[in-house]
């Protein structure tokens, strides 16, 4: 059913007796909603989550670790060795005893621990001993800070000749003469010793010197010594070692390691103020008497 407005302008008919057409209504396009926009992130909360972005902890993904082979065990200790228990009667030493060396690993070990260390030669002391003065030589363990020095006076010790007699030392003041020092009566070395000052007996006299010898024995085995050999000269027997400590010739020796005290050979060129002239220390027989007789003259 058309309209009011329509039917009006339908009568209505133009003056060239056509009436004008009616005009088509616009179409209106229908469009689409705009989307709605996302909101602006302002600049600080940028940097809050810029911040937030590089500190927070980069999550790595471990690789996968085989599981650890399980170690062999350890072989079980053998049982320590029982230790005999000491009897009760055996004596309780007081240090305790040192740790043995142990064994050395190889060949090698075993050869340096065999070999003997060098040992570091000794400076040689500053001042010489006191035989050292009178050129003599003095025997091994022989203690050369004691006895009697050259220019030192001869103590006046008494002993007993051959004969059983009182003889003082002190008693040959006035005169020269040689103490002659031997280990023992009719033994090789001593017999050669006292055959040599008998056979320059008269040399010696010669030169107003005297000849006595000392040693050990007992006046009895003076007596047999001097008459088996024909001996001129005094023996004094010294059993006490009493002149032979005063003149430092008791001393320590050695024959084969075995250590012992006795008697070092020795003789003494005493002057007629009764000081010692010369010393021979250690004395090698064969011609002794006449280095003696050499130094006396």
């Not at 993904?61 to 079980?76: D, I, R």
């Not at 000392?214 to 027997?237: A, I, M, N, Q």
Request: with cysteine; net charge positive.
């Amino acid at each position: 059913m058309a309209s009011k407005g329509a039917r009006a302008t339908a009568g209505k008919v133009s003056k060239k007796g056509v009436a004008p057409k009616a005009k088509a209504a616009p179409k209106v396009e229908a469009k689409p909603a705009p989307k709605p926009a996302a909101p602006k992130a302002s600049a600080k909360s940028k940097g809050v989550l810029a911040k937030a972005a590089a500190t927070a902890p980069k999550i790595v993904a471990k690789p996968k670790t085989k599981p650890a082979k399980k170690a062999p065990a350890p072989p079980a200790p053998k049982p320590a060795p029982k230790v005999a228990k000491a009897p009760k009667s055996a004596p309780v030493r007081a240090s305790a005893p040192k740790a043995e060396k142990k064994a050395p690993a190889n060949a090698v070990a075993a050869k340096k621990a065999a070999a003997p260390k060098a040992e570091a030669p000794k400076a040689a002391p500053k001042k010489a001993p006191k035989a050292a003065k009178s050129k003599t030589a003095s025997a091994p363990g022989a203690d050369e800070t004691s006895g009697l020095d050259v220019g030192d006076s001869v103590p006046d010790v008494e002993l007993v000749d051959q004969d059983g007699n009182a003889f003082s030392l002190g008693s040959l003041r006035g005169q020269s003469y040689v103490l002659y020092f031997y280990p023992k009566d009719d033994t090789p070395g001593c017999t050669r010793e006292a055959c040599g000052f008998r056979d320059d007996i008269g040399k010696f006299e010669g030169a107003n010197v005297r000849v006595v010898g000392v040693s050990p024995d007992k006046p009895e085995s003076h007596v047999r010594f001097r008459d088996k050999y024909g001996l001129p000269f005094t023996l004094l027997s010294d059993v006490e070692k009493t002149a032979a400590n005063a003149f430092g010739v008791w001393v320590k020796k050695q024959n084969y390691g075995r250590e012992y005290m006795g008697i070092q050979r020795s003789t003494f060129l005493v002057d007629e103020s009764g000081k010692v002239k010369k010393i021979w220390r250690n004395v090698k027989v064969d011609g002794h008497s006449q280095a003696v007789l050499d130094a006396a003259s």
